[in-house]
């Protein structure tokens, strides 16, 4: 095949039906990935920052019953019956300086969100953050919330877990959606080989008019009801083709 053939694309009307569906079933693929992905990383979010504000709120109620020393020993227990990789907290007071933590080698290189500290101050309202890891594929999804007077709680959690199962979605989605564009490409030049085999019919039978045979007739294919309107209203101006020339 010559190079200009390679780069001048089929002009049938075959190839661009063929090509508009396979377009058509990849934006609309897309768009239901899209739409999946929303869907699946809110909802993994949610879940991961309503599992953060009950440990915060269990935190607050050892506070409220038991103080503050209960709260460090609480949170020291839960980041090491977790892993250390995968949960961290921080106290802090109002100010935003820490007082008591987990282990923090493997998160040293997360801080303190003071501004966050201060909306906590002003609103009461828990805040939340995704932070990624500087020199590292991992991210965290960070909650700040108050447990007791001026004393707030830092909470990390990592989202590994999460990040590995989209990451699998997304590899399920792109090798089914190639495999059902590929099927539907071939499904789509099928189909558009099929709808227009009855105007190639009638191409044919126009040429071997062209050679003085006027007996020729177009097949009627009683299948596309346009395609033989078409063949019917080709025959009949053959039949007053060959009366006129006959007669």
Not at 68 to 73: A, F, G, W
């Amino acid at each position: 095949m010559s190079f200009g053939r390679m780069i001048r694309l089929p002009q049938t009307l075959s190839f661009r039906l063929t090509l508009w569906y396979g377009l058509i079933f990849s934006i609309s693929s897309c768009l239901a990935f899209l739409f999946f992905y929303v869907l699946i990383t809110t909802n993994l979010k949610k879940q991961l920052d309503d599992r953060l504000s009950q440990k915060i709120s269990e935190f607050e109620a050892i506070y409220n019953l038991q103080g503050l020393d209960e709260v460090k020993e609480a949170a020291l227990i839960e980041s090491r019956a977790a892993g250390e990789k995968k949960i961290f907290f921080r106290l802090l007071y109002a100010s935003g300086v820490a007082f008591s933590s987990s282990n923090m080698s493997y998160w040293r290189a997360i801080g303190i969100n003071r501004k966050a500290v201060r909306q906590l101050m002003t609103s009461r309202s828990r805040v939340y953050e995704t932070l990624s890891i500087p020199g590292r594929d991992d991210r965290v999804r960070i909650a700040y919330g108050v447990i007791g007077r001026k004393i707030v709680v830092q909470l990390g959690y990592s989202m590994e877990t999460d990040i590995a199962f989209v990451a699998i979605f997304k590899r399920i989605f792109f090798v089914t959606m190639s495999a059902l564009i590929i099927t539907a490409v071939l499904v789509g030049w099928f189909m558009a080989r099929r709808a227009v085999s009855g105007v190639e019919a009638v191409t044919r039978t126009a040429r071997q008019i062209s050679e003085s045979d006027l007996g020729r007739r177009v097949p009627i294919m009683a299948r596309h009801e346009e395609i033989d309107r078409l063949a019917v209203t080709f025959n009949q101006m053959l039949d007053r083709i060959e009366k006129l020339v006959v007669g």
